[in-house]
């Protein structure tokens, strides 16, 4: 009991007004004073009061005139007035106040609370300090009988307070994030809504803290989840073109930027989705939330450079392909107002190399007078956007005089951000042969006949609705005979789908008014009724035996039309399973979005992703692999309804769109049967495979208004149903993205501590039980950030574990204890073994950079048995054959394996027999309940006789008090750490502890 404490037990504060001002107002700025029950809190006095064996245990907050409580557990309390009581005694304390019993405290013993209801006989409290020391409030336990609370009664009570003021800090924190989102939300719309890809990038650490969708799809990354904490160099080739290092050049580009204020410059960027893309960056300079970023846009430069390297190329191919077919060529750059004339174009009018120049002029001069101005007019409605393409029949001067019929063809290959024309290409193909053969058509029937019959191209001429007139192409091409042929109505040819343009065509092409479009394409039916055939028809008016016609060409084009549809399917439907892929599933996503604004519907995304999957490639290849994943597509597609769509996204990963929800219950169902229907044996040949999945689902309208916001969100609720456990579903929450932009934050803090030197090991004992010796001792990291303070291990070595941040954090932890164990024997004289814990991600680890335990061992010169390596039941339950060599290279080099956690995981003894395990680590949750006649007791006796069976030592964790030690010693168990030895050190107290315990 603090005895010196009389001052008026709950009497008002003895510090000075300036103090208690102060005190006061740090209570205003963390406001939680009059806010609702949080479970939190509630938890904190819950444990308190069980752990203390309290009946009543309060978190109260000491305003200016009243005594408000956060959390009440065992009394029915909202707030009292400020007055001679508990909470105003120990809020002036350092430490523990405690009235062991209030009749016999001056202050206490005429409270109304303790003569009266409740009857209040023991209290103890220990004041909540926040920010610069303001206590603003008291973590207290009461009782109704006299008690008196031991050091580590004390202790507990301490503790339980530091998590009160650490949820005191934590909420306060999340208000200021929350505030600031607010705030930043106008420069979030335009940030997630703006067509350019834009990033912000931190001065400081070099880290993109933020990217936008644009950014996100020019990489083609399937979420943010996999750009946390990405630095430049990251989405970079090694080398930029020129041979700097990407590295390098990021930092001497963002030095510019951060001196001019703004730096614009080209770079090449690439992703584990995307191929190496040219782009040009602009870093602009600015000040956000008091911190220096740049934000970072991107303009893709990738078709331009391509094009750039595949023009001279593709121009050579062209000219061979046109030289060939007789065809001239002509590029004509509308920006510098320059023509390229191929040599066979100028050599068609006769002309040589150097006889024609590089201007539209030389071009346009040549042109009949007769023909230009349709021929102008021809171009200009080409490059206005208002035909696909250009093609003109008209006369060109020749070197000779004479003019020379020819086929003008073109099409504009390149516009500017405004829809600018800057480039057009064409060709001009002779048309004196078939004008020939044209006008000698007019004049004898045998001739043309003659000459049309060795055309490829099939030709027609109609009438009247009818086709009287073809050559032998035509018919052969549709399976009829010249003479089945001819007479046909063009409802038996033209196919019912383009009859009506069909006929309306031609009643303008026989009319004296404009003539319609003269090159498209449309179906025709062959003979056999069983297919359409496609054909590109050339159309002109004719005159027939005096009377209006059509004279038609006419190509079958029915593969080029069976390649488009195949190309059309390859880019929108995945080739294993026949599903559709992510493009098309996009284009599909956003078209049921737009309808369920149009109708006021909803809909659902599911994104499923296979649970152990790898499992199965690895151990059974990627021939059974696939087929598990086509069987998989099969039986989700089997419990969808008609209007669903299931679409494989990736890999193991499969998105189910549900349109027009109607019931919530539906989702529920879906989702349900397609968690049992994977869940069950996949038969592969004769091996059975079993797998589950995690579900992920977001909701429309609802947190997400777009289609990448969907694919987010879908996304981060199935890696919340991983986490959680697998074969389960997950909704998203508003709570899942802030966990995810929490995440973001400790990775890049991660990123900065491991440059900063930020992380440190402190060394636990690990005590011989029959000689009290110490020769061992567990190493264990600990973060202390500059600003969050101490960071549990249990917070971020998960993430660092996916981020794949563990393994520059697991190989310093292995050389810093590595060099302790050394510097100890050097020092003692002896062998102080370190027990090292090591990541399955690091134990898998095949990147080069990060050597294996006993490469590190050779590099510093030291045995084996300097160090242990503690691993949990997991790690050898999920081993592969690569781990398992890393495994037994550690026996060989004489380094002892302990096995972790003991009993709180899979718990199968088969890996026992199978690894050579040296020691067996009870958990402490197993130490901690250890009692005479406890359940615990009887656990450990038969870990300890099992580990010794099979040739094992066993340490036990979390031993606090004697009684635990005297039952472990009695149990026969080798080793024990805890409290009751020593809490972890640093590196000079252990050796201090060591000198004087050891």
Known sequence: MNSSDQAGFGSAPADDSHTEARRLEALRVYQILDTVRETHYDRITTLAASALDMPVALISLVDRDRIWFKSAHGLEVNEIPRCEGFCGSAIRQDSVYEVPDTLEHPVTRHDPLVTGAPGIRYYAGVPLRVGEGHAVGVLCVLDFRPRHLDDTGRARLRAFAELACDQIEFRHALNRVRTLADADRRFRVLFEKIADPMLLLDVESGVFTDWNPAALRMLNYPGRAQVIALRPADISPALQPGGR???????????????????????????????????????????????????????????????????????????????????????????????????????????????????????????????????????????????????????????????????????????????????????????????????????????????????????????????????????????????????????????????????????????????????????????????????????SRFVHEGDPAVLGIVRDISEKKINEQMIWRQANYDALTGLPNRHMLMHRLDQEMKLCQRHNWSLALLFIDLDRFKEVNDTLGHALGDRLLKQAAQRISGCLRETDVVARFGGDEFTVLLGAIEQPEVIEAIAAKILDRLHQPFQLDQQLAYVSASIGITLYPGESDSVDDLMMHADQAMYEAKRAGRNRVSYFTRSLQDDAERRMRLVADMHAAIERHQFSLVYQPIVHIPSGSVRKAEALIRWQHPERGYVSPADFIPIAEETGLILPIGDWVMRTGIEFARDLKTRFGDTVQISLNKSPVHLRNRKPGYPSVVELLAEYDVPGSLIAVEMTEGMLIEADEHTLQRLYALRDAGVQVSLDDFGTGYSSLSYLKKFDIDYLKIDQSFVRGLAPHSSERALCEAMIVMAHKLGMQVVAEGVETHEQLALLREAGCDYAQGYLFSRPLPAEHFEVWLRENG
């Not at 602009?284 to 750039?308: N, P, Y």
């Open 245 to 539: 290092s990407s590295a390098e050049k990021a930092i001497e580009m963002m030095a510019i930027a951060r001196r001019d204020g703004s730096h614009r410059f080209e770079w090449v960027i690439c992703s584990p989705y995307s191929p190496e893309r040219s782009i040009e960056v602009l870093l602009t300079a600015v000040v956000m939330d008091g911190r220096e970023v740049f934000i970072t846009t991107w303009r893709d430069l990738s078709a331009h450079k391509q094009a750039e390297a595949a023009l001279a190329e593709s121009r050579l191919r062209l000219k061979f392909a046109l030289d060939g077919a007789g065809d001239g060529v002509w590029d004509w750059d509308l920006a510098n107002s320059t023509v390229f004339f191929s040599p066979r174009w100028k050599s068609m009018l006769g002309y040589a190399e150097d006889e024609i120049g590089a201007t539209l002029e030389d071009w346009a001069d040549r042109v009949h007078p007769d023909d230009k101005t349709r021929v102008m007019a021809d171009v200009q409605a080409h490059l206005a956007g208002h035909t696909d393409h250009y093609a003109n029949e008209h006369r060109m001067r020749c070197r000779s005089g004479d003019y020379l019929w020819i086929l003008d063809r073109g099409k504009v290959v390149e516009r500017d951000a405004d829809g600018q024309p800057l480039r057009m290409v064409g060709t001009h193909t002779d048309m004196s042969e078939r004008r020939r053969v044209l006008s000698e058509l007019e004049h004898s029937e045998h001739t043309q006949r003659a000459l049309l019959d060795a055309m490829a191209d099939g030709v027609f001429v109609a009438q009247d609705f009818r086709f009287v007139f073809a050559n032998t192409a035509l018919p052969r091409i549709l399976g009829y005979s010249r003479e089945e042929f001819i007479g046909l109505h063009f409802t038996d040819v033209v196919h019912p789908d383009f009859l009506e343009l069909w006929c309306e065509r031609f009643r303008l092409r026989i009319s004296s008014g404009p003539e319609p479009l003269r090159r498209y394409e449309v179906q025709f039916m062959h003979k056999s009724g069983q297919r359409p055939v496609w054909i590109e028809l050339i159309a």
